[in-house]
C-alpha cells in the first residue's frame, strides 16, 4: 500500500520556538494533503487542506499565521507551528490523497511536546 | 456541516468473538466511508473502506455495512484477536470533484481479552 512518511515522531521544545513538520508521500503523488490535531483519547480534528502549488485551506477556528502549512511539491507537505506555547502541545497527523483517489494515507504522527 | 456519532466508546470481546461498531451521519451527500484502525502512538491505518453504491463489502475477518437510508454504517470484526486491540475510528467523507472533506466518529477503543 501507499506510504506516507512524517518526521519528526517527537519533538520537545521550549515555548516560543518554531517547529516545522514534514510530511511525504514515498511512492505516489499527493496532489492534496491534510493536517489533523488529536488531543489524547479525542478523535482526529481537521485543520487544514494543503494541495500542491495553491494555499491551504484552513478550517474555521484555526489560526493560519500560528500554522503554516507550505505544499511546494507532489510528495511533500510542511506544517510550521510558529511561536509554539504549551497549549499547542499535541499530536499532529498527516495524510495524503492519491491524485483522482478517495483514500487517505495516514503518517506515523508527531508528538509536540512544548515546555 | 457532517456530524458523524460513533457507539460505543469503548468495547471489550473475549477473544473468538465478534465484535461490532456503528456509526451515523448526518450528511445525506456523503459517499465514501473509510474504517480506520489506530494503535497507541501511531498513525490511523485504512483497514476497510465502502462507497455509498455498495450495501456491504467484506475483507476476510473485516466486514462493513452501509445503510443510506438510515445513514448508518458499522464495522464488523469476526473471530476477534489480540491484535485486533487498538482504537477504531469510522468517517464519513464527502468527494465531489477534486475536493474531499473527512469527518471522523469519535472512536472506540476495542479491547480483546485473550
Known amino acids: 500500500g501507499a506510504v506516507v512518511s512524517q518526521h519528526p515522531s517527537r519533538v520537545i521544545c521550549k515555548s516560543g520556538t518554531s517547529v516545522k513538520i514534514e510530511c511525504r508521500s514515498l511512492d505516489f503523488q499527493a496532489t492534496t494533503m491534510f493536517w489533523y490535531r488529536q488531543f489524547p483519547k479525542q478523535s482526529l480534528m481537521l485543520m487544514a487542506t494543503s494541495n500542491e502549488g495553491s494555499k491551504a485551506t484552513y478550517e474555521q477556528g484555526v489560526e493560519k499565521d500560528k500554522f503554516l502549512i507550505n505544499h511546494a511539491s507532489l510528495t511533500l507537505s510542511t506544517l510550521t507551528v510558529t511561536s509554539a506555547h504549551p497549549e499547542d502541545s499535541s499530536f499532529y497527523i498527516c495524510?495524503?490523497?492519491?491524485?483522482?483517489?478517495?483514500?487517505?494515507?495516514f503518517g506515523a504522527g508527531t508528538r509536540l511536546s512544548v515546555l | 456541516g457532517e456530524n458523524v456519532e460513533q457507539h460505543p466508546s469503548t468495547l471489550s470481546v473475549q477473544e473468538g468473538d465478534s465484535a461490532v461498531i456503528k456509526c451515523t451521519y448526518s450528511d445525506s451527500a456523503s459517499n465514501y466511508f473509510p474504517w480506520y484502525k489506530q494503535e497507541l502512538g501511531k498513525g490511523p491505518q485504512l483497514i476497510i473502506d465502502i462507497r455509498s453504491n455498495v450495501g456491504e463489502k467484506k475483507d476476510q475477518r473485516i466486514a462493513v455495512t452501509l445503510n443510506k437510508t438510515a445513514k448508518h454504517f458499522s464495522l464488523h470484526i469476526t473471530e476477534t484477536q489480540p491484535e485486533d486491540s487498538a482504537v477504531y475510528f469510522c468517517a464519513a467523507a464527502l468527494n465531489s470533484g477534486g475536493y474531499q472533506k473527512v469527518t471522523f466518529g469519535t472512536g472506540t477503543k476495542l479491547q480483546v481479552i485473550p
Open positions: 495524510s495524503a490523497r492519491v491524485s483522482g483517489g478517495n483514500i487517505q494515507y
